[in-house]
């Protein structure tokens, strides 16, 4: 494919495409725009899961058997600070927190979260580039049947039990893309993937920063969006659950809809049904990304369909 490629992320699920297409396209031109909605202060530490879930991911370093976090991880310091009576529920391996803390420390001295983001994209030898979607903060917050909760209080701390009625992304409206996204958007990629996360907790955070939407749609790249559901529901995470809370039907139709005004192409689980006319092409194939063979397969048929697309305009 001749141009850059953008890819709009939140965490595993989308990291794992993306980890697909870093490897089937000339590295150095994709570009990954991920969620910062999930990012919290905690122990004095700026943490941003999705961030660091790609960076882990597409260098190499993630832990594949707890699906988050880094590989070959030791756990001394949860551990000391649990038995000094610490909060110990957001768990941070040591070799996770060098890199809370390196973070913290740089943003306190007033490097933007893009800049220092690609500086430690680069120490770990990652080619493609990855950037939040803003430098501004946007957090997630999520009412639910116990009230508001901060998003990692509703997803980590209570297992995202309670209850959701709506979702709501505070300081969206003061909010700007960040420059390499906008950067991004503004050359004119030959693709723009919306990757398989959680439409409601990851890709609309990234949606609600005023001008984003208005970048994706006059990019001049067919965008295509990858549905997270596989066989009538999520394949991990509450995105099943949050759907039914919702009222929207389990279907990969109601995701399409649900990303209304942007698609020029939507992929779709072999496993789920026939979702009808979505008002453009649908592309089917096995979406369940087991294997890294999965996610380089899935990625080169995403590509695949975004060029017949673009030929097709």
């Keep these: 494919m001749d141009g850059g490629v953008v890819a709009i992320s939140g965490g595993i699920g989308g990291a794992k495409l993306a980890l697909g297409l870093y490897r089937v396209l000339p590295k150095e031109t994709l570009t990954v725009i991920v969620n910062c909605g999930d990012d919290f202060d905690h122990l004095g530490l700026r943490i941003c899961p999705d961030i660091d879930t790609t960076l882990y991911t597409l260098g190499g370093l993630a832990n594949t058997e707890l699906g988050w976090g880094r590989r070959d991880e030791t756990w001394s310091f949860m551990e000391t600070l649990g038995a000094l009576g610490g909060e110990t529920w957001f768990r941070l391996g040591d070799r996770d927190l060098a890199l809370h803390a390196e973070r913290t420390r740089r943003l306190a001295a007033g490097e933007s979260l893009s800049a220092l983001i690609a500086d430690i994209a680069g120490r770990f030898r990652i080619r493609a580039a990855i950037v939040p979607m803003s430098d501004e903060p946007v957090r997630t917050r999520v009412q639910t049947s116990e009230g508001e909760l901060a998003f990692q209080d509703y997803f980590v701390r209570r297992r995202c ?6 979702i709501r992304f505070e300081g969206a409206a003061r909010a700007r893309p960040s420059a390499p996204a906008a950067a991004a958007l503004a050359a004119h990629p030959a693709a723009l993937i919306l990757c398989p996360s959680n439409p409601y907790l990851s890709v609309d955070p990234i949606l609600s920063v005023p001008g984003l939407r208005d970048l994706i749609r006059g990019c001049g790249a067919p965008v295509i969006a990858v549905s997270p559901l596989v066989g009538g529901d999520a394949v ?10 919702l009222g929207v039907p389990l279907t990969a139709a109601a995701i399409a809809r649900h990303y209304q005004g942007l698609l020029d192409g939507f992929v779709v689980d072999e496993r789920d049904p026939d979702p009808g006319d979505l008002g453009c092409p649908v592309h089917v194939t096995n979406t369940l990304m087991k294997s890294l063979e999965d996610r380089e397969e899935l990625a080169r048929e995403v590509l695949q369909f975004a060029t017949r697309i673009g030929t097709g305009r």
Aim: cysteine-free.
């Design 161 to 166: 039990a309670p209850q959701v009625s709506a």
């Design 236 to 245: 991990k995470g509450p995105t099943g659950k949050i759907m039914r809370e």
